[in-house]
């Protein structure tokens, strides 16, 4: 799966033909009447299972959202389920970003910090694996008993697999490492994956501003910037740190590819 940057579409589109690519707008039908991409067709995100037979597998196909997230990991169940002969693209950034609304970049890597030494860089990426989990465990707590509640505790528990992973490798590298729950006591956990403040995300939750679409929404987003971070990391460094962030990367489109297959089969009571 391939990235297009907004200032690349124009010339993409010049070089290819009608009939050689397929613009997908994944965002909800209010949202594309609202406001899309001229030739591009609305297949909500959580339709794809459904209408995956619309889309030509021998075509290009480029998967559209509001800031990309949500079509990055659509993109990545669609090649998944169809295998296409053509490839597959996601649009950096969105419809706001081509629309000139958001000041899209490179994932932020900084989070872990590119530049600090291995065993730090892995405690940094597991605070921000706890903040994810202190998110989907402040969710349970919120919903009641109510909804889904098998699916977050699901996606808490892959989050502590994913701290697990990575006290592992630290362990290899540092061998006078605390134990894993040691060191996760010991973290703040106070940033999702993507960036976000959990606290935020928690007075979000408490106050009703979030629905249960917005929240797996959230999540979905969280997970993909976590890819992104992981899979900029490993291809920013050699030997045996590109490999553990690979590994991490390949993880976290694992846990993407569960939280969106599951919200789909789920999306009657769910959303």
């Not at 000139?100 to 994932?107: F, K, S, T």
């Not at 932020?108 to 530049?115: E, F, S």
């Not at 630290?170 to 999702?192: C, E, F, H, M, Y």
């Not at 899979?231 to 390949?250: C, K, N, Q, T, V």
């Amino acid at each position: 799966m391939k990235q297009l940057w907004p200032e690349e579409l124009e010339g993409f589109l010049k070089e290819h033909g009608e009939g050689e690519y397929t613009l997908v707008d994944v965002r909800e039908k209010e949202a594309y009447e609202a406001e899309h991409m001229p030739g591009s067709i609305c297949i909500p995100a959580l339709e794809l299972s459904a209408r995956v037979g619309e889309l030509d597998p021998s075509r290009k196909t480029v998967f559209i959202c509001a800031r990309g997230a949500k079509s990055l990991a659509t993109a990545l169940i669609f090649e998944g389920k169809v295998q296409p002969e053509g490839d597959v693209y996601n649009l950096m950034g969105g419809i706001d970003a081509w629309m000139g609304r958001l000041a899209y970049g490179l994932p932020k890597i900084r989070l872990v910090g590119l530049h600090d030494d291995l065993p730090r860089m892995l405690v940094a990426a597991m605070d921000l694996e706890k903040g994810a989990w202190r998110f989907y465990q402040r969710l349970e707590k919120v919903m009641g008993g109510i909804g889904p509640v098998a699916l977050v505790r699901r996606l808490a528990a892959v989050e502590i697999s994913h701290m697990n992973l990575l006290h592992s490798r630290l362990k290899r590298i540092d061998p006078q490492a605390p134990d894993s729950v040691t060191l996760v006591n010991s973290l703040p956990g106070a940033l999702a994956e993507g960036g976000e403040s959990v606290a935020t995300l928690f007075r979000q939750l408490e106050n009703g501003d979030l629905d249960w679409k917005s929240l797996f929404e959230a999540a979905l987003t969280f997970e993909m910037a976590a890819y992104e971070m992981y899979r900029g990391l490993a291809e920013s460094m050699d030997g045996e740190a590109a490999e553990i962030f690979y590994a991490m990367a390949e993880a976290e489109k694992g846990h993407i590819r569960m939280l969106l297959t599951e919200i789909d089969a789920k999306a009657g009571s769910v959303l």
